[in-house]
Each structure stands twice: as structure tokens, then as C-alpha cells.
């Protein structure tokens, strides 16, 4: 079973990109508490306020697993707050990949 990717783009407000950076750790903690299938998130900052977030699974359903329980959303939901919304994210499957 490949791994699934979910790929965000949004904007992150200049004012905001401090209190992003102090909960992502809890943020993801969080995520990863409520649905270990989440093995992977990385958030890629690239140009004039605009960021991606790449969550990782380890399998198909993990992104419903984790939306199952979003009551449950402290952190999460903060941080969703400090970014403005962008388009629905990319999502994939990896067919290839190296770590070294």
C-alpha cells in the first residue's frame, strides 16, 4: 500500500506566522494522537506569504479517520485559524521516494 499525500496551499498573514510556528508541534502531536496514520507533516514556506502543508498517511482513509474525531480539535483548530483558507488540497499517491 503506497502512502497517500494531502497538499495544502494557503496564505499565512505576516502577523501571523509567529503563533503558527509556536503550535504546529502541538498542532501535529495533536493530529497524530487522535490518527497515527498521519506519519509525516511538513509545513514549506515559499514566497510572499504563501505556505504549503504536505501531510503524509500511511494509509487511504487517514484523512477521514482524523476528520472523524475533529471535536476533538484544540490546537488544530487554532492553527487553522491563523491561516486564510486556500483552494482544496492536492492529493496523492507516492509512487517513488528517497530518504537518505
Excluded at 38 to 43: H, P
Excluded at 67 to 75: G, H, K, N, S, T
Aim: proline fraction near 4%; glycine fraction near 4%; charge should be negative.
Amino acid at each position: 500500500m503506497n502512502s497517500l499525500m494531502h497538499v495544502y496551499k494557503f496564505e499565512v498573514p505576516e502577523a501571523n506566522v509567529e503563533r503558527l510556528l509556536e503550535i504546529r508541534d502541538e498542532a501535529i502531536d495533536e493530529a497524530q494522537r487522535l490518527c497515527p496514520s498521519l506519519i509525516r507533516a511538513d509545513l514549506v514556506e515559499l514566497s510572499n506569504g504563501v505556505w504549503l502543508d504536505i501531510l503524509t498517511w500511511d494509509r487511504q482513509d487517514g484523512f477521514d479517520l482524523l476528520m472523524a474525531q475533529a471535536d476533538q480539535f484544540e490546537a488544530v483548530a487554532e492553527m487553522h485559524g491563523l491561516v486564510l483558507d486556500g483552494p482544496e488540497p492536492d492529493v496523492g499517491a507516492v509512487r517513488h521516494s528517497v530518504v537518505s
